[in-house]
């Protein structure tokens, strides 16, 4: 099993940044990708940003411009750097760890989210 624990949420002011931290332990042995994923009350999960161990990177539109995703390998670990928050970055943000097993098979791990709130 893979743990996956989220911090770096909280209040922010429009404009304001905040950097997310998450990071993966347990049985882990080829992680092929982590990203961040947003979801607001009403709505659908969605993608905010993912890195792929390739180091390729995919960003909402939403927040091309505003968020870096980056990952420091030695600790499984990944953050999302928020710059330029605005009201509607607010949401429970959650990370996901994809692993691999070496073959074509891959299963997802998920975090319990943090709270990012961005105040108008």
């Known amino acids: 099993q893979v743990q996956v624990v989220e911090s770096g949420g909280g209040l922010v002011q429009t404009g304001g940044s905040l950097r997310l931290s998450c990071a993966a332990s347990?049985?882990?042995?080829?992680?092929?990708?982590m990203g961040w994923y947003r979801q607001a009350p009403g709505k659908q999960r969605e993608l905010v940003a993912a890195?792929?161990?390739?180091?390729?990177?995919n960003y909402a539109d939403s927040v091309k411009g505003r968020f870096t995703i980056s990952r420091d390998n030695a600790k499984n670990t990944v953050f999302l750097q928020m710059n330029s928050l605005k009201p509607e970055d607010t949401a429970v943000y959650y990370c996901?760890?994809?692993?691999?097993?070496?073959?074509?098979?891959?299963?997802?791990?998920w975090g319990q989210g943090t709270q990012v709130t961005v105040s108008s």
């Open positions: 890195l792929t161990s390739g180091g390729r990177t």
């Open positions: 347990g049985s882990i042995f080829s992680i092929a990708a």
């Open positions: 996901k760890v994809v692993q691999g097993d070496g073959g074509s098979s891959f299963e997802s791990y």
